[in-house]
């Protein structure tokens, strides 16, 4: 995406502040769970308007129920540290909120806290390098698929902007949503040992479907879109 010499300056500061408070502001947030003998490390996958933040919200809510509250890394909500932030301006913060995002989930690593990560999960190399870190310091590793139609998850992504000012560009949002069944899928198979769960959602965000400790994402959930179709048909 070509940005403008005013949109390049924004990033440039975001990414700078981001460098020079990320220990800060990772360590105020990390204060405020305790570490434990056998932590968990979860990471979301699935595209924009998926439900993830849902799902993984309502998964921190039953766990603490029963056990400590549970860490919840979501790069979306730190932009609030950003006052260049509108909403609308939102992929000028991505490398700046995770460079934040990395150093809290660096921080829980390192204390033993279990947490959930928010992502699309739709980049390989840094997938397998987030799974790797957990697993050399034994930490038991969960991936947590969700599938929303992709046109019906398209409407949320824009119904979300309406309400929040989040700005999603359809080719993002159509690269991650591919992208993320492809990384799983490849994570899964580089790391067989770790658990994979599959949600399907129905057209009004409900959970349709759950699978635990599957092996592959089409075995269960067929692709029958392509990237030029999904590129006409979302408006």
């Known amino acids: 995406m070509n940005y403008s010499a005013e949109e390049l300056k924004i990033q440039e500061n975001a990414e700078e502040y981001a460098r020079l408070n990320k220990n800060q502001i ?5 204060s405020k769970y305790e570490s434990e003998l056998n932590p968990v490390s979860v990471f979301m996958a699935g595209s924009p308007g998926a439900g ?3 799902s993984s919200i309502w998964l921190i809510k039953e766990l603490s129920k029963k056990e400590n509250c549970i860490l919840r890394i979501d790069p979306d909500e730190l932009r609030k540290h950003f006052t260049e932030y509108t909403g609308k ?5 991505q490398c700046a909120t995770t460079i934040i995002a990395e150093k809290i989930h660096d921080l829980a690593i390192k204390k033993n806290i279990s947490f959930i990560f ?13 799974i790797q870190r957990s697993l050399d310091h034994k930490k038991s590793v969960q991936v947590i698929y969700v599938y929303q139609d992709p046109i019906q998850a398209w409407e949320f992504v824009k119904a979300r902007e309406l309400k929040d000012g989040r700005h999603v560009p359809k080719e993002s949002f159509i690269e991650e949503y ?5 990384v799983v899928n490849q994570i899964k198979k580089d790391f067989p040992n770790i658990k994979l769960y599959l949600l399907v959602k129905n057209i009004d965000g409900t959970t349709q479907e759950y699978k635990e400790n599957i092996d592959n994402i089409d075995n269960f959930i067929k692709e029958n879109y392509t990237g030029d179709y999904l590129n006409n048909m979302l408006v």
Do not use: G, Q
Request: glycine fraction near 0%.
């Open 118 to 130: 928010d992502t699309t999960f739709s980049k390989i190399d840094k997938a397998r390098l987030n």
């Open 178 to 182: 591919f992208n993320a069944r492809v």
């Open 52 to 54: 993830k933040t849902e």
């Open 89 to 93: 301006n939102s992929d000028l913060f």
């Open 26 to 30: 990772a360590k105020d947030i990390i």
